[in-house]
């Protein structure tokens, strides 16, 4: 029984649009993976340290080797980007499949004040996973040689007479470094300004990064 010729140009437009739709399935598969297996150089390599996270026990770059990670550096006092950034990180922990063994690392910029104790009630401020997620206090030698000298996360703190309040003690960086499993950092990404939409596409990217970093050996 043929068609009668009303229903036929309506198969047709139907045939047209799944036709479509799967070319731009496609299409945006190539480009995601395309995205992804851009190859990362190495941005600097990260030298062995000792710290203290927030349990009061040390840290060293050997805890961290054969994990992909995430750091930025922040203090416990800021009422600028720090409560962001960290919301940030938090949602990175909640992105994370639980079988990855990503890693999170927050540095503190505050050592005199940001305790070992300091900073794990801010981390369970923010909800954070204490065996994904690490917070480090240490020296200010020992914060400057990880953060500025490996990381370049630089810091810098504020003059008192230069200061808008009280908790206006530093200007630092704002960035997210990735680091692979042989402690070489990878890549950065800005976490706030006019061209960051963390939500949109920030995250996303930060992810992507992570994930193809452990895909490689």
Not at 44 to 58: H, Y
Not at 106 to 122: C, I
Not at 173 to 193: C, L, N, P, S
Request: net charge positive; aromatic share 10%.
């Amino acid at each position: 029984m043929t068609e009668t010729p009303a229903r036929a140009p309506r198969t047709i437009w139907i045939g047209f649009l799944l036709f479509f739709s799967l070319v731009a399935l496609a299409f945006l598969f190539w480009v995601s993976q395309a995205v992804r297996i851009q190859p990362l150089r190495v941005l600097s390599r990260v030298a062995d340290f000792t710290l203290t996270n927030q349990d009061d026990q040390v840290t060293t770059l050997a805890n961290l080797t054969n994990h992909v990670w995430v750091a930025d550096i922040i203090f416990t006092r800021c009422a600028g980007p720090c409560p962001r950034m960290t919301g940030q990180m938090k949602s990175l922990q909640d992105k994370l499949p639980a079988g990855s063994s990503v890693k999170l690392v927050t540095l503190t910029t505050d050592p005199d004040f940001d305790s070992p104790a300091v900073l794990k009630k801010y981390g369970n401020r923010f909800g954070a996973d204490f065996n994904r997620w690490t917070f480090l206090t240490g020296s200010k030698a020992q914060i400057a040689n990880l953060a500025g000298d490996s990381l370049k996360l630089s810091t810098q703190p504020i003059k008192p007479e230069n200061r808008k309040d009280s908790a206006d003690l530093f200007i630092h960086a704002t960035i997210f470094v990735v680091v692979d499993k042989h402690a070489q950092m990878r890549a950065y990404f800005e976490t706030g300004g006019d061209n960051v939409d963390w939500k949109k596409s920030g995250q996303a990217k930060v992810l992507a990064v992570v994930h193809q970093l452990e895909d490689e050996p």
